[in-house]
């Protein structure tokens, strides 16, 4: 998939994301903001699958289903959902790690528990 594509998409995602943060605000479940996401995304007439799994290849050794990302949008950027209170760096390194297992290009992480979400939306990249 193409760089233009990609921030289209991206692009799409972080509208959805500001969509639902303005409605809710913070403090609310991950839960909420990822099914109230989902919904805005797909109203934007984009594909998301939730909870997928990815495995972990190690070597010759195969661990299915050790991980799951929160989200995939149209089968490509990598959505890490979180509302907590405090964002530390191993968090990115979770999503970096998660686009490299996934053999994706873009992930977004997008934590909801901020008063403005601009302040906590990251995005990465994986092999640009």
């Known amino acids: 998939m193409g ?8 692009l799409a995602i972080v509208q ?3 969509e639902v943060h303005r409605a809710l605000g913070p403090g609310l ?5 990822r099914s109230c996401l989902c919904y805005e995304i797909r109203e934007r007439g984009l594909a998301v699958l939730t909870e997928q799994t990815i495995p972990v290849r190690y070597k ?3 661990l299915n289903g050790a991980y799951r990302l929160d989200l995939i949008v149209e089968g490509a950027v990598v959505v890490e959902l979180k509302s907590i209170e405090t964002v530390l760096p191993v968090h990115y390194a979770q999503l970096l790690s998660y ?6 290009r ?3 992480f997008i934590n909801f528990n901020v008063p403005v979400l601009a302040r906590g939306i990251k995005r990465l990249v994986n092999k640009f």
């Open 3 to 10: 760089e233009e594509r990609l921030n289209a998409i991206s």
């Open 106 to 108: 873009l992930g977004l």
């Open 16 to 18: 959805s994301a500001i």
């Open 99 to 104: 686009l490299r297992l996934a053999d994706k």
């Open 60 to 62: 010759n050794l195969v």
């Open 29 to 33: 479940l991950e839960s909420i903001y």
